[in-house]
């Protein structure tokens, strides 16, 4: 199969979301002194926080537990799941429990798990931006990119100023973008510059608006001026990444090779632009090195769709064929619908029409993309006229013969 070049924003790092992943245990902690404590506050800005009724005794120590566990590592998040569950259970009101069962559902791309989660978060308290972010982080991933923007708006409608406000408006000039409303896009982020001129989270969000127009240039020039303010926090990974994504469209692949570099040493834990490194060798048909990097990136996230499907390309480009077909099929165990699925399974299925030379199974694959691919897919054309050429080399149904009469 022939592989085609990724467009800006496929891998784009989604640096909003990322705090999340960090702020888990933090928040709890705040949550449950406040819980605790009547009448905790601050006097830092904040939004107007609805009463709510106080949280069960046996709810919270549940939410410590899942806390506790989130905090042991990825292997425990299902363990964790289920002692959200259970405070859920004895409190349905306690919106940090949904909040922190849809942040997990999100990290293991689970999105219509994470999506209910949080839209029930976002009902109880829907002051908290957090959950507003969250939310729309989950819609863009399911490919709902118009209603992340109808929740972010949302949240801003009702609290333009908060201290969270221009945070939330760089994620929705990133949802915006997602939806093509390109105009939109970048009208929010001038907001944003003109109270903050020296944002670099909003200049990073307009260079991708310039690239998704096509001005490669201008979207240089922005993400370089994001660099100029931040070059060495974390944050900066974000605005390196998207630069590699830049010089790909570019067909400068040593400059993105560079970037994503920069980006996995500035920020190590940003796994997408190690997986854009690997991209690269794969463009350039490198498989050994690619292998090399997406195999590190699934160790760290094995819940990594893209890259699992990835790692299966380059298995596949160096015969390794049983590896690939383990890869895809990690993929699939991953995300069982949506994009990544479809994949996954169009993966296979060329997989054992091409290589493997096994033309049932791939029928068999290309019935399951059939029925989990959206009519959009880009595989799509490829998938139906593979199903129509596996249909005219398949046998004859063998007829019965007929009974022998008596004599």
């Known amino acids: 199969m022939k592989r085609q070049r990724r467009q800006p924003g496929d891998q784009e790092a989604q640096g909003v979301f990322s705090v999340f992943r960090f702020s888990l245990i933090a928040l709890i902690s705040r949550l449950l002194f406040c819980l605790l404590v009547p009448a905790c506050g601050s006097s830092e800005k904040h939004a107007d926080i609805p009463k709510l009724p106080p949280a069960k005794p046996e709810a919270v120590e549940a939410l410590k537990d899942a806390a506790r566990l989130v905090r042991l590592g990825p292997g425990n998040l299902e363990r964790a799941l289920d002692r959200l569950k259970d405070a859920i259970q004895i409190d349905p009101q306690l919106w940090e429990a949904w909040y922190d069962a849809g942040w997990i559902e999100l990290s293991r791309h689970h999105t219509d798990e994470a999506i209910a989660a949080l839209e029930k978060a976002r009902s109880i308290l829907p002051t908290h931006a957090p959950t507003a972010e969250a939310l729309a982080q989950a819609y863009v991933q399911a490919g709902r990119a118009p209603d992340a923007v109808k929740t972010l708006r949302a949240y801003l409608d009702k609290q333009p100023n908060a201290r969270e406000a221009n945070a939330v408006r760089v994620q929705l000039a990133m949802a915006q973008r997602r939806a093509n409303k390109l105009d939109d896009a970048t009208e929010t982020l001038r907001t944003v510059l003109r109270a903050e001129p020296r944002s670099a989270a909003a200049l990073s969000a307009l260079g991708m608006v310039y690239e998704a127009r096509g001005q490669h240039e201008l979207a240089d020039l922005v993400l370089h001026r994001a660099l100029d303010i931040d070059k060495d926090s974390k944050a900066a990974a974000d605005v390196y990444n998207n630069l590699g994504l830049v010089a790909l469209a570019r067909r400068r692949d040593q400059e993105a090779f560079a970037d994503f570099d920069a980006a996995s040493r500035v920020d190590p834990s940003l796994t997408v632009a190690r997986r854009n490194k690997a991209m690269v060798y794969l463009d350039c048909g490198d498989y050994a090195r690619a292998s090399e990097e997406l195999r590190a990136v699934t160790h760290a996230d094995p819940t990594d769709v893209e890259a699992w499907n990835a790692l ?52 068999a694959r290309l019935d399951e993309y059939l029925k989990v691919a959206s009519p959009s897919h880009p595989r799509r054309a490829d998938a139906e006229a593979r199903a129509r050429e596996l249909a005219k080399q398949a046998p004859a149904a063998p007829q019965s013969k007929p009974e022998a009469s008596g004599s």
């Open 312 to 363: 299966g390309v380059a298995e596949r480009g160096e015969g390794k064929f049983d590896a690939a077909q383990k890869a895809y099929e990690k993929a699939l165990a991953a995300e069982a619908t949506g994009p990544g699925a479809a994949d996954a399974l169009f993966n296979l299925a060329v997989l054992y029409m091409d290589f493997k030379k096994e033309p049932q199974k791939a029928r």
